[in-house]
């Protein structure tokens, strides 16, 4: 009887492990699991997250279609739209990515013979209709033309493997797409009058504004405070953050506006512009966020509401993202051995970075004075400060340098901007063994 009941407990505690951080329908994980990683998810919520998190726009269409016209501007003239339309070649050239899984084996085949032609919108159209775009949702009628467009959580916080070739792939969601140029792609729009109205500027400085981002940046506190500049007159804009390994991690931005949930909620209201319903009465104060109260951005009522009965499994799916590993190889596991040394010893790299979540326990925020950067974003957000960015999958995240804005070109810049603030005195072999225990992690 005892061993009936030991076998039975065997088979539930395999049938439970075989659910966490599921990024299919059901997985089973035959890795070591750490304890940050042994999440008991839902695997039907989690499934309805994936869905939502690649696929929901939350009717953001009225904005980006409606109101934007990116729609006519992905058609072009040739296709009922306006100017020269997006072509699957402009499209990656401005960090679009395909899932090379939603692509029947016929398309495949005559992608690799050259029987596709990369430089014609319609081509476009035709991975759209597949939902073969990653993070844009296209919609067509029954006679086949496209409607609207959309997009999705996919769009900045999803890459694609380049399995198939560059741009092109399995999914990768939670990468931040750091290859994504979302300012040139806003600024196809006929349309950025409403724009410039919006944030009192005039036309000529939004297009200046949007195609200064860069790849993998995007200014999100822009629609609350209409700051485009930074203080030294440069272009403000931060670096897409990743959506994966934020297990035990309780702010979710490089400001600690909020969780994950508060986070979902306020991307999708205010920065995807969806039709939900959101709550913040922090940004009812005209002199930090003019534009958020101005338009009543803090108190957001729609109906029906598209987004808040999708959070629960939004937030899910984000949690079954574990960070990725590092691959075999990439770096010097000698040196990152004595590199871990460095950092939980003399290096006070751990006083912040907590292992196992590499981040703060609890409030995870700083001030500016103690990290030994300037305040201007930070001074942004409600709480006037930086959170500990959680260091796991570092590796997959390295593209437009380090820090909320990439201000560190480099892992190097990073060290030697703490040794020299903090006088920790490294010499040069510490700071390459830090670098690759960071690489490791």
Same mark, same amino acid.
Not at 10 to 24: K, R, T, W, Y
Not at 204 to 226: E, H, I, Q, R
Not at 276 to 294: M, S
């Given at each position: 009887?005892?061993?009936?009941?030991?076998?039975?407990?065997?088979?539930?505690?395999?049938?439970?492990?075989?659910?966490?951080? #599921?990024?299919?329908?059901?997985?089973?994980?035959?890795?070591?699991?750490?304890?940050?990683?042994?999440?008991?998810?839902?695997?039907?919520?989690?499934?309805?997250?994936?869905?939502? $998190?690649?696929?929901?726009?939350?009717?953001?269409?009225?904005? *980006?279609?409606?109101?934007?016209?990116?729609?006519?501007?992905?058609?072009?003239?040739?296709?009922?739209?306006?100017?020269?339309?997006?072509?699957?070649?402009?499209?990656?050239?401005?960090?679009?990515?395909?899932?090379?899984?939603?692509?029947?084996?016929?398309?495949?085949?005559?992608?690799?013979?050259?029987?596709?032609?990369?430089?014609?919108?319609?081509?476009? =159209?035709? =991975?759209?209709?597949?939902?073969?775009?990653?993070?844009?949702?296209?919609?067509?009628?029954?006679?086949?033309?496209?409607?609207?467009?959309?997009?999705? #959580?996919?769009?900045?916080?999803?890459?694609?493997?380049?399995?198939?070739?560059?741009?092109?792939?399995?999914?990768?969601?939670?990468?931040?797409?750091?290859?994504?140029?979302?300012?040139?792609?806003?600024?196809?729009?006929?349309?950025?009058?409403?724009?410039?109205?919006?944030?009192?500027?005039?036309?000529?400085?939004?297009?200046?504004?949007?195609?200064?981002?860069?790849?993998?940046?995007?200014?999100?506190?822009?629609?609350?405070?209409?700051?485009?500049?930074?203080?030294?007159?440069?272009?403000?804009?931060?670096?897409?953050?990743?959506?994966?390994?934020?297990?035990?991690?309780?702010?979710?931005?490089?400001?600690? *506006?909020?969780?994950?949930?508060?986070?979902?909620? $306020?991307?999708?209201? =205010?920065?995807?512009?969806?039709?939900?319903?959101?709550?913040?009465?922090?940004?009812?104060?005209?002199?930090?966020?003019?534009?958020?109260?101005?338009?009543? $951005?803090?108190?957001?009522?729609?109906?029906?509401?598209?987004?808040?009965?999708?959070?629960?499994? =939004?937030?899910?799916?984000?949690?079954?993202?574990?960070?990725?590993?590092?691959?075999?190889?990439?770096?010097?596991?000698?040196?990152?051995?004595?590199?871990?040394?460095?950092?939980?010893?003399?290096?006070? #790299?751990?006083? #912040?970075?907590?292992?196992?979540?590499?981040?703060?326990?609890?409030?995870?925020?700083?001030?500016?004075?103690?990290?030994?950067?300037?305040?201007?974003?930070?001074?942004?957000?409600?709480?006037?400060?930086?959170?500990?960015?959680?260091?796991?999958?570092? $590796?997959?995240?390295?593209?437009?340098?380090?820090?909320?804005?990439?201000?560190?070109?480099?892992?190097?810049?990073?060290?030697?901007?703490?040794?020299?603030?903090?006088?920790?005195?490294?010499?040069?072999?510490?700071?390459?063994?830090?670098?690759?225990?960071?690489?490791?992690?």
């Amino acid at each position: 009887m005892k061993k009936n009941i030991l076998a039975l407990g065997v088979l539930i505690a395999v049938f439970f492990l075989s659910l966490v951080g #599921c990024n299919d329908d059901i997985e089973i994980r035959t890795e070591t699991i750490t304890a940050v990683d042994t999440l008991f998810l839902d695997p039907v919520l989690v499934s309805q997250g994936r869905e939502t $998190f690649r696929y929901n726009t939350f009717g953001d269409e009225a904005f *980006w279609s409606g109101v934007l016209h990116i729609d006519k501007a992905i058609l072009g003239e040739s296709n009922g739209g306006y100017g020269a339309g997006v072509s699957p070649a402009t499209a990656l050239s401005v960090g679009l990515k395909v899932d090379s899984e939603a692509l029947p084996e016929e398309v495949v085949s005559a992608i690799q013979a050259g029987q596709i032609d990369l430089q014609d919108p319609a081509s476009t =159209l035709a =991975l759209l209709k597949l939902d073969a775009v990653v993070g844009v949702k296209g919609n067509f009628n029954e006679a086949g033309d496209m409607t609207s467009v959309g997009i999705t #959580c996919a769009l900045c916080h999803s890459t694609v493997d380049d399995s198939f070739t560059e741009g092109i792939g399995k999914r990768l969601d939670g990468y931040p797409n750091r290859d994504l140029n979302v300012g040139v792609i806003i600024s196809l729009t006929d349309n950025a009058k409403f724009l410039a109205d919006l944030l009192h500027v005039d036309v000529p400085t939004v297009d200046a504004v949007l195609k200064g981002w860069g790849p993998g940046k995007f200014n999100a506190g822009l629609m609350v405070d209409g700051k485009a500049l930074k203080p030294d007159g440069t272009i403000a804009a931060n670096l897409l953050p990743a959506a994966y390994g934020l297990q035990g991690v309780n702010l979710a931005t490089y400001t600690g *506006w909020g969780d994950m949930v508060y986070w979902n909620a $306020f991307v999708a209201n =205010l920065e995807m512009h969806g039709k939900g319903n959101f709550t913040d009465a922090r940004l009812n104060d005209p002199v930090r966020f003019p534009i958020a109260a101005e338009n009543n $951005f803090g108190n957001v009522v729609n109906d029906p509401d598209l987004i808040t009965p999708e959070l629960a499994a =939004l937030q899910a799916y984000q949690l079954s993202l574990d960070a990725p590993k590092p691959p075999v190889g990439s770096y010097d596991s000698q040196a990152a051995e004595r590199g871990k040394v460095l950092f939980n010893g003399v290096a006070e #790299c751990a006083t #912040c970075h907590i292992s196992p979540i590499f981040t703060d326990a609890g409030y995870n925020l700083h001030s500016a004075e103690e990290i030994g950067i300037d305040d201007f974003e930070a001074m942004r957000s409600p709480t006037g400060q930086y959170r500990t960015t959680p260091l796991r999958g570092l $590796f997959a995240r390295m593209k437009g340098g380090f820090y909320h804005d990439g201000r560190f070109e480099t892992l190097d810049d990073v060290i030697n901007h703490y040794d020299s603030h903090f006088n920790l005195g490294l010499s040069n072999q510490d700071k390459n063994d830090l670098i690759e225990y960071l690489k490791s992690i």
